[in-house]
């Protein structure tokens, strides 16, 4: 089967992980689980954000928010789902597909 992230391969560094769903395959859709694992945050990591945009701009650097998967999906199929978040220092791609 070919995988969407295949695409923007090779990468300098890259990490995979399997997880074994306890719910059958067909219920799970990529897309939303990208949107649950990166649109949830805990509210002592958007304090520490927001204490650290305030640290930082008298200095002139931008803060930022959370990272929110929601303008970051760049491609998704029935099987798999991209999100990219391009920063100066870093190209960030992660993929979620459906195996097997």
Avoid: C
Wanted: proline fraction near 5%; glycine fraction near 4%; hydrophobic fraction near 40%.
């Amino acid at each position: 089967m070919e995988k969407l992230i295949d695409k923007f391969l090779p990468a300098d560094y890259h990490d995979t992980f399997v997880i074994k769903a306890s719910k059958p395959t067909e219920q799970i859709v990529p897309k939303e689980l990208i949107k649950k694992i990166f649109n949830h945050s805990p509210a002592w990591l958007s304090f520490l954000y927001k204490v650290r945009n305030i640290l930082v701009k008298p200095f002139g650097i931008e803060g930022g928010d959370i990272l929110t998967s929601e303008d970051y999906i760049i491609e998704d199929t029935e099987n798999e789902a991209i999100m990219r978040k391009d920063d100066k220092h870093l190209l960030f791609y992660v993929s979620i597909a459906k195996i097997g």
